[in-house]
């Protein structure tokens, strides 16, 4: 039962360009979202979260969305750099972390 | 601060052999996580644990997959006897509290069965 779900597998945006990565969950329990980015050979990192109380969370560059009422979130990167080339994760949490299945972003320099 | 620390990074066994991966997470976390990444998938939770004790294995397959946390700081993962859908990437994260404090994860160990 997939919990989480990037329905994009890949996305290529130009250098400089917004990169807009989407999420859809299913479990109206979840009390927190987060997105992990993840390198190849390396382990994901965390990135950016945002409680289930809130529709939006800014750091930097980053910002998550979050519209309950849809079970939709996403993730707006702007500008868009080369080093922001990697799988992004989709992550709700409950009872235990819930990952979607990633979406690998490639910034075209 | 000095991460999560996993090995071995790489491992090839043949199915029905036996093989254990370790970890050591970020010193004082108390929860420590292993997940499964099979590729194209994201990760999967295989075992909690909370210090010592085991908060969460319900999706571990506990007829070939073991796992412990004996003095409540590192922890092994075995598989005994390894089986092709085995092949996957095995992540340990750590996280200083359980809930919603981010997990940090190591490199992870690439294990393939031929």
Sequence with gaps: DQQVKQNSPSLSVQEGRISILNCDYTNSMFDYFLWYKKYPAEGPTFLISISSIKDKNEDGRFTVFLNKSAKHLSLHIVPSQPGDSAVYFCVGTGNQFYFGTGTSLTVIP | ?114
Excluded: M
């Design chain 2, 1 to 114: 601060e000095a991460g999560v620390a996993q090995s071995p990074r790489y491992k090839i066994i043949e199915k029905r052999q036996s093989v254990a991966f370790w970890c050591n997470p970020i010193s004082g976390h108390a929860t420590l996580y292993w997940y499964q990444q099979i590729l194209g998938q994201g990760p999967k939770l295989l075992i909690q644990f909370q210090n010592n004790g085991v908060v969460d294995d319900s999706q571990l397959p506990k007829d070939r997959f073991s796992a412990e946390r004996l003095k409540g700081v590192d922890s092994t993962l075995k598989i005994q006897p390894a089986k092709l859908e085995d092949s996957a990437v095995y992540l340990c994260a750590s996280s200083l509290e359980q809930g919603n404090s981010p997990l940090h994860f190591g490199n992870g160990t690439r294990l393939t069965v031929t």
